[in-house]
């Protein structure tokens, strides 16, 4: 018997709706389904299910991040780069997870840590991409990165972004960061409207650390997956490295990276000769 958890959009019925029919049609063969609430343990599914968009997507991935449980996610609406599977697909793709006919993928996460004053003040996981940006319109921020403990530059700009390669289309593609394959495992930093001539992305090895210090006299806000966690001021420190905890997303074989990309820039379709 397998363990359904479906995490769904909060303010989407027909997510909701969708979710309670393939419950229904999950316990009719025989296997266990369970509609998770926000902030709730899902330990003992087999497999998590998000439907929505990649909000709810990386919702989820907080939930399962450290448990191993595949996750699987239903998109509805416009094409996400996280989700892989349409609505009309849902009940053939559970079919061939319940068989084994599916496929895997690992997707690298971060360890987000803000220090103030020298000590941890928050501690949080990251699929996508931490960012720390202005809090005040019409002003920059100036941010000292360190990489691997050295010093390496400071930034005057509205923000600076450190990116898994899987968030590497979400905020990091906007700023005109480069396009990672989402199973590498790197970190990609850029810099968010810089106001100076360095302005390149760095891409940079897992086991190079990551240090972002706020200097000078302005407040900046520390966002992870597009959720703030903390105000910073001068002083404070965000600190990224690769988790040894991998995201393992569920391919249902309906779209893979590379057609979803041709999709969402409008690209023509390729013929072999």
């Not at 929505?52 to 996750?71: C, F, I, K, Q």
């Not at 599916?102 to 840590?113: A, F, G, K, P, W």
């Not at 106001?195 to 992305?201: K, P, Q």
């Amino acid at each position: 018997m397998v363990t359904v958890a479906f995490v769904v959009h909060d303010g989407r019925e027909d997510a909701k709706a969708l979710a309670r029919d393939a419950a229904e049609w999950i316990r009719q063969r025989g296997h266990e389904a369970v509609l998770a609430a926000p902030g709730c343990d899902i330990d003992g599914a087999d497999l998590v299910v998000s439907i929505g968009g990649d909000g709810t997507m990386l919702r989820a991935a907080s939930m399962v991040h450290g448990s191993g449980t595949p996750l699987m996610g239903v998109n509805l609406g416009h094409l996400g780069y996280l989700t892989s599977v349409e609505t009309g697909g849902l009940r053939g793709a559970l079919e061939q997870f319940f068989v084994g006919r599916h496929s895997v993928q690992e997707r690298m996460t971060l360890d987000v840590r803000l220090e103030r004053q020298g000590s941890a003040a928050a501690s949080i996981v990251a699929l996508n991409e931490a960012l720390v940006e202005k809090l005040s319109s019409g002003h920059t921020v100036r941010l000292t990165l360190s990489i691997g403990g050295r010093p390496f530059i400071t930034y005057t700009a509205d923000g600076l972004i450190v990116a898994t390669p899987t968030g590497s289309t979400a905020y990091n593609l906007s700023s005109r960061g480069p396009i990672a394959s989402p199973s590498l495992r790197a970190m990609i930093v850029t810099p968010v409207s810089p106001h100076m001539l360095f302005d390149r992305s760095l891409v940079l090895e897992p086991d190079e650390q990551v240090r972002i210090e706020l200097v000078d006299g302005r407040s900046a806000v520390l966002v992870v997956d597009g959720l703030p966690v903390a105000n910073m001021a001068p002083g404070d420190v965000v600190v990224c490295t690769a988790s040894a905890n991998a995201v393992r997303l569920v391919g249902a074989g309906e779209h893979d990276f590379h057609d979803i990309l041709r999709v969402k820039f409008g690209l023509p379709a390729q013929t072999t000769r």
